[in-house]
T-cell receptor, first 110, second 116 residues
């Protein structure tokens, strides 16, 4: 089976840096995704990692260690609009579908 | 390019009734996925359709069913509605691998189903 763990909630200050961790267990691995979801809206794609290392995209970066079953999403220069849920999702298993963690609700404070 | 569209946006039903939710994928996407997001919970995988066939279903009772049409649009049907079926139902589409792997799924804005 697949299991994905991430913190339920985090709080950070505007302008700061925050790291959201995700650990996973899967019987097959074909990539890890991060999505952002504002309240009442659809999840939107942020990043994709399939090889170990860091992927940088503007203020957002995502890191993957396949041997440790670990990923993090790094958000720099936080803005108020970054307040949202951040969903870690793993593609793998017998059917290769995308399985989501419960999400981390990030609150950015002034 | 139009995104994934879902209808209706909101749906209110009485316990025991049936609900039908609709989804149109991005043009060229052949896979459609349905997820349930109950309040305070993560996205729970419901169903996956590709090329008109059901490829996989999540851990939901048989009263959750659906189909995919020749134009790749999809319907999700929920029979004998229960109060706990109240949730946001999200549809996503993707290209078939390998082209779709890099970008995961594109989600629609969802249908908020309320069962009273």
């Amino acid at each position: 089976g697949q299991n994905i763990d991430q913190p339920t909630e985090m709080t950070a200050t505007e302008g700061a840096i925050v790291q959201i961790n995700c650990t996973y267990q899967t019987s097959g691995f074909n990539g890890l995704f991060w999505y952002q979801q504002h309240a009442g809206e659809a999840p939107t794609f942020l990043s994709y990692n399939v090889l170990d290392g860091l992927e940088e995209k503007g203020r957002f970066s995502s890191f993957l260690s396949r041997s440790k079953g670990y990923s993090y999403l790094l958000l720099k220069e936080l803005q108020m609009k970054d307040s949202a849920s951040y969903l870690c999702a793993v593609k793998g298993g017998a059917t290769n579908k995308l399985i989501f963690g419960t999400g981390t609700l990030l609150a950015v404070q002034p | 390019e139009a995104g994934v569209t879902q209808s209706p946006t909101h749906l209110i039903k009485t316990r025991g009734q049936q609900a039908t939710l609709r989804c149109s994928p991005i043009s060229g996407h052949t896979s459609v996925y349905w997820y349930q997001q109950a309040l305070g919970l993560g996205l729970q995988f419901l169903l996956w359709y590709d090329e008109g066939e059901e490829r996989n279903r999540g851990n939901f009772p048989p009263r959750f069913s659906g189909r995919q049409f020749p134009n790749y649009s999809s319907e999700l049907n929920v029979n004998a509605l229960e109060l706990e079926d109240s949730a946001l139902y999200l549809c996503a589409s993707s290209l078939r691998a390998p082209g779709g792997v890099r970008y995961g799924y594109t989600f629609g804005s969802g249908t908020r189903l309320t069962v009273v």
